[in-house]
């Protein structure tokens, strides 16, 4: 059982288009960060969310960590072949537990 | 060099050979990570080190041996391996003692395969 579920697995969409990507889980976390992945290289953190109900933006991704903590999502506006790649969630429980990361979405976007 | 390094990128071993993957982080972290990452699986945990301590083993095989001589350097030394070890394996560095931190930067990974 994956403790974080990520949805939809794939995504393949033109460029300019909208989407949003989600992370859930059953359980509450003290933090959960996003990543994205692209092919043949390792994981890069976009951003750390820390308070429930918050909103972060970075240019064209905006993150939200939900209320109880519980899920988050990611919404890109105007997507570019540039964001092409896996994008993955992970979280920790409390500060002295390990980080879990979910199985990821993996986005292809269209020139 | 910055962030995080992995030497080598790709590696092609027999299942009878010993290699050893080497990373090294500039950030002036305090722990640092081995993941593997399979297509279609999420990354696993192999191992952490804190201060040069191991402090997690996620029930790796023996025949995966992590080495931590300092808080910048780790290598994963490998013998004896099987072909269902091929896989991407991630080093990753952060700031914090425990056993969790909030953010973790990685290396591009060693792309490992067993013949």
């Known amino acids: 059982t994956q403790l974080l579920e990520q949805s939809p697995q794939f995504l393949s969409i033109q460029e300019g288009e909208n989407l949003t990507v989600y992370c859930n889980s059953s359980s509450v976390f003290s933090s959960l960060q996003w990543y994205r992945q692209e092919p043949g290289e390792g994981p890069v953190l976009l951003v750390t969310v820390v308070t429930g109900g918050e909103v972060k933006k970075l240019k064209r991704l905006t993150f939200q960590f939900g209320d109880a903590r519980k899920d988050s999502s990611l919404h890109i506006t105007a997507a570019q072949p540039g964001d092409t790649g896996l994008y993955l969630c992970?979280?920790?429980?409390?500060?002295?537990?390990?980080?879990?990361f979910g199985p990821g979405t993996s986005l292809s976007v269209i020139p | 060099e910055t962030g995080v390094t992995q030497t080598p990128r790709h590696l092609v071993m027999g299942m009878t050979n010993k290699k050893s993957l080497k990373c090294e982080q500039h950030l002036g972290h305090n722990a640092m990570y081995w993941y593997k990452q399979s297509a279609k699986k999420p990354l696993e945990l192999m191992f952490v080190y804190n201060f040069k301590e191991q402090t997690e083993n996620n029930s790796v095989p023996s025949r995966f041996s992590p080495e931590c001589p300092n808080s910048s350097h780790l290598f994963l030394h490998l013998h004896t391996l099987q072909p269902e070890d091929s896989a991407l394996y991630l080093c990753?560095?952060?700031?914090?003692?425990?056993?969790?931190?909030?953010?973790?930067?990685f290396g591009p990974g060693t792309r490992l395969t067993v013949t």
């Open positions: 992970a979280g920790a429980k409390t500060s002295y537990d390990k980080v879990i």
């Open positions: 990753a560095s952060s700031h914090g003692g425990g056993t969790a931190s909030y953010e973790q930067y």
